[in-house]
């Protein structure tokens, strides 16, 4: 019998939490955000920098044996959900959390791995996999084949290529590093729902790369990454539903019609009172899924139930609170440059983001041996 998850914070994770909550309040302002969504270069470099090269937050999975900071999962998803509380525009779950989580499962580690995973811990290189952001970590991998070691193939919808400097391809006889910028690598932007977490369709053609793992070990390592990524989405919504709640409450206090506050109106009351009960529920399930992750304990089944115990109730709470924020603020909802219309776009992707609460769902029915969804 495994042991509960711990699912009250630590002082670390507090601290922690302040730490990057002021960063952010002071650094990724609305405004800010919107501005990089209408120029089309919605990364924030700086912010990134700051926060891997001054707060050292890339490498939190990272051993410090390989220049991380030796945290957990559970710290990391501290940073995650502070980062979907300001929809920020940085690739920190898919370059700090899949990537080094997908290395850190190869179970023989190459040289040029444990190299590319300093780098990442530094902040210096942006790693991302280049598979579709809805796959799920037991679903197929794209067909990306290599032939005398060039690769060829096609993926689409991969978040944050466009940031990136490296892609992590799993092709048909291993887990291959690219630099973006290589000869016979073309990434193509997406229109995406999104604008804060772009994506891109990547195509090789020819293109040699560094062989990081053989076939045997590269699904098994994908597929590490896929779940930790999925794990910790659960944060990201919690923080992105929030903020969601809060900003309504606020809004609806400071709002009055007839003369008196919206807040006060018996219905409205009730649809706030509903959505609070709701948002706190995700708070236990996220950190379920990230202690389980971080600890291990129970096993690889135990961590997979957790992570798509998370998903099934985060994503489709994440979505509501987004629309009734959209809805209770009325017109000023409505409008581009009131900022909720960002955090319904990223509840809509991190909807179908590593599987889908529908994915997630099937997942839960076949562990816990109850019939599929």
């Not at 609170?321 to 992707?349: C, F, S």
């Amino acid at each position: 019998m495994s042991a509960t998850p711990r699912l009250l914070a630590t002082e670390t994770e507090d601290d922690l939490r302040a730490a990057v909550r002021s960063l952010l309040t002071a650094g990724c302002v609305p405004g800010r955000v919107l501005s990089r969504a209408e120029s089309g270069t919605p990364y924030d470099r700086e912010l990134w920098k700051t926060l891997t090269a001054s707060m050292g937050l890339a490498g939190l999975l990272v051993p410090e044996a390989d220049g991380g900071q030796g945290a957990s999962h559970r710290e990391a998803a501290v940073v995650v959900e502070e980062l979907g509380r300001a929809v920020a525009p940085v690739p920190y779950l898919t370059g700090a959390v899949v990537t080094p989580a997908a290395l850190l499962a190869l179970p023989d580690r190459s040289a040029e791995a444990s190299a590319l995973l300093t780098e990442v811990a530094a902040g210096t290189t942006v790693a991302v996999l280049a598979l579709p952001l809805t796959t799920a970590s037991g679903d197929p991998l794209p067909e990306v084949t290599s032939a005398d070691g060039a690769l060829h193939g096609s993926v689409r919808s991969v978040a944050d290529a466009a940031g990136a400097d490296v892609l992590l391809v799993a092709a048909d006889c291993g887990l291959y590093a690219v630099p973006a910028g290589a000869p016979g690598v073309t990434v193509t932007p997406l229109t995406a729902l999104d604008l804060t977490r772009p994506l891109a369709a990547v195509h090789l053609d020819g293109v040699r790369g560094t062989l990081l793992a053989p076939a045997a070990d590269a699904l098994a390592a994908v597929r590490a990454g896929l779940l930790a990524g999925a794990g910790l989405l659960a944060s990201e919504q919690l923080g992105l539903a929030e903020w969601c709640l809060t900003e309504t409450v606020r809004h609806l206090k400071d709002r009055h019609q007839f003369n008196r506050p919206l807040g006060s109106f018996q219905a409205l009351k009730h649809r706030l009172a509903q959505l609070w009960l709701d948002v706190a529920g995700v708070r236990p399930a996220a950190t379920a899924a990230a202690d389980r992750l971080a600890t291990g304990e129970g096993g690889p089944a135990e961590a997979e139930l957790a992570v798509a115990v998370a998903q099934v109730y985060a994503s489709p709470v994440a979505v509501r609170a987004a629309e009734e924020a959209l809805q209770l603020h009325g017109g000023i909802g409505m409008t581009w440059e009131h900022p909720v219309h960002l955090y319904l776009k990223r509840a809509k992707g991190d909807a179908v983001a590593y599987g889908g609460a529908g994915r997630h769902g099937e997942v839960v029915a076949r562990l816990a041996e109850l019939p599929a969804p």
